[in-house]
């Protein structure tokens, strides 16, 4: 292979690496009737608007640590908000009664476990973090 | 749910409280501001209490805890902080007590907030305790700085001299279409003894009674855009401390209702932030009706907030020659900065122009916060 094409395919192969590190996806319990949800049906979740699943069943979500770099990319493509934003939104309802954030999980596998045990349940993650325990109802690039 | 099965239920969040001590959960937060603030301007007459009235200019920041900058730098008016815990039982009961301190009062330190919980489901809350009266959209939470965007809440439209109460609360939530809705209804009654705003405004202690409160709101909100609207009735006393008679007002009535409606629309549109607000406060009938609204712009770049924000506040009466109305706008620039992992810095400056009968007088006020919610 010639250097410059060995380069080009490592540079294409970088491409690939960072859109797949930067594909997000939303998981919900495999027994979870719904097969897909917009996003902004998951920033209600996510900001507290709503504490239920499009189909009307009660919705518990899970986080991620803050500041990790899925976490990053969730506030920034699916809820729309950025981590100080979010913040102020739950501040609002921890101080009035209306709510409690969602609980934070140190990664994506614990994530996984949560979401595949937990019927209502719902997370996020890497795309490659993803397996049969959960069922994806949203991918964002 | 039967009569039976809710006592059943209760029953059992009874035992789980005093039996296992492992079924309870704890959950602690707080949130705290530190507040500085000084006006400047030519000196101004005040239409205030004596008590309030040395200064050369005034800036009342917080009408209903008594919080007033003068010309000399202080961060007495609005430094505060709160302590929040909530215990956690089975079958979605819990209780939560929510302590806060400011400088400006006496004692110190209050107990504002001691509510039980109960959420049979997704969709239904129950609250019962001392809360707060969702008057405003930001009433609820108008003590955690960090949660909004300026200094303070523009006290021109928050400027009321009841803002807990006792009672109790029903909230619905739901999905409709693609909006969530929140609507919630509430009813109690207050006595505010040695009432703050009458502080400001009377050299004789005040009691103030809003008896019979009752009052629904409702807040829907989709994607950029969240709007509410309310409305609230109760009766209104206020009594003289010195006598303990209550006070007659320019019908020669010593007592009336009032209600109090109005809405707001707020927006959060990529960078693009919006608030506003509207709300009438009416108690025409005895003595003025207030009317009062802000409007608010900013844009976010990065972890700065620069805003722009103006408000006004207008009484109008039926007693023209008993009552002297008030009318004032302020005119408001504030930036805030965050920083570290909740945390943030603002600066704001205020321009009040009081155009009737003063009360406050005109003063530019320039404050600074740290605001931290943990």
Known sequence: ?141 | MKPTRFAARALFAACALSGSAMAVEFEFSGFASIVAGRTRGPCTESGLATDYSDSCTRFVADWAHAGVYTDKASLKPETKAGLQATARFAEGFSATAQVVGRIVEHPAADLEWAYVTWSPSPSWTFQAGRKRVPLFFYSDFQDVGYAYPWVRVPPDVYGWDVVNFNGASATYSANVGSWALRSSAFAGAETSRKNQYAKLLYDEGKDVKWPKIAGADLELSREWLTARVVYMRSGYEQIDRATGEPDVQESGDTHGTHTAYGGSINIDYGNWIGRSEYSVFDRSRYTYKATSWFVSAGYRIGAFTPMVTASSYTESTRFPELYDVSKWKTRSASLRYDFGKSQAVKIQVDRLRDLKAPIPGDATLVSVSYDVVF
């Open chain 1, 1 to 141: 292979m010639k250097p410059i094409r060995s380069l080009l395919v490592a540079l294409a192969g970088l491409v690939i690496a960072a859109s797949a590190a930067a594909e997000v996806v939303v998981v919900v319990n495999p027994r979870n009737t719904l097969t897909a949800m917009e996003a902004e049906q998951v920033a209600q979740i996510y900001t507290g608007a709503s504490r239920m699943f499009p189909n009307g069943s009660p919705a518990s979500p899970v986080d991620q640590a803050e500041g990790s770099a899925v976490r990053e990319e969730f506030l920034a493509k699916v809820v729309g908000r950025s981590s100080a934003q979010i913040k102020a939104v739950w501040s609002r309802l921890i101080f009035s009664g209306k709510g409690s954030p969602p609980k934070a999980l140190a990664s994506s596998a614990e994530v996984k476990k949560l979401v595949a045990t937990e019927p209502n349940a719902i997370g996020f993650m890497e795309r490659s973090a993803v397996d049969d325990t959960v069922k994806v109802v949203l991918t964002v690039k």
